[in-house]
């Protein structure tokens, strides 16, 4: 193979990754979340992190936290937290508590447009409890704009 068919042969590869990645939005098969160790909330939903420090576990729920995130998040919201352009870098979400609010509406409603859903309500399928230590985790990792 010459060097320009290799490079041919690359950039076909990473466009079949990228469509894979387009069609797993579709069927969505969230990781449930283990969260022992992590207070637990109940049903009512808190309106700020009740994880972050000075809580005393704010270093466990950050581990949760980037598991469930990889786990259920990452797909379409990128690893690590960084956005590959598919949707929301949420390293950048305000930290503290207004971030708090717009975390929560997020994942209690999800997102839809013109009746296509971008986002699913991920609290469907995740605990409080996994969603506030995904929180902490997203907090880990905050930059500014
Ligand atoms: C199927 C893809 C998909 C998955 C899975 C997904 N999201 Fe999203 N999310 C989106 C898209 C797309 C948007 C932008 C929606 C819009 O602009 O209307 C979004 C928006 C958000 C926002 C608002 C960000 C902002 O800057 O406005 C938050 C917070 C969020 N997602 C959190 C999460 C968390 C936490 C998870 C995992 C538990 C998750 N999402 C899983 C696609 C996804």
Redesign the pocket.
């Known amino acids: 193979m010459n060097n320009k068919n290799s490079l041919r042969g690359l950039l076909l590869l990473a466009g079949l990754a990228v469509s894979a990645l387009v069609f797993a939005?579709g069927d969505?098969t969230?990781q449930a979340v283990d969260t022992k160790g992590l207070d637990p909330l109940g049903k009512d939903w808190r309106d700020s992190n009740p994880y972050r420090a000075p809580y005393a576990n704010n270093k466990l729920a950050v581990e949760i936290g980037a598991s469930?995130?990889t786990q259920?998040?990452a797909?379409?919201?990128g690893l690590e937290a960084i956005s590959g352009g598919?949707?929301?870098d949420?390293r950048?979400?305000d930290p503290g508590t207004e971030g708090d609010e717009?975390?929560k509406e997020?994942?209690i409603n999800g997102?839809v447009?013109d009746g296509a859903v971008?986002?699913?309500k991920?609290a469907d399928y995740?605990s409080q409890e996994g969603?506030w230590a995904?929180?902490s985790y997203?907090e880990s990792k905050h930059v500014d704009e």
């Open positions: 939005h969505v969230p469930a995130y259920n998040c797909r379409c919201h598919i949707a929301p949420l950048k979400l717009w975390f997020r994942v997102a447009r971008y986002m699913p991920m995740i969603l995904i929180r997203l």
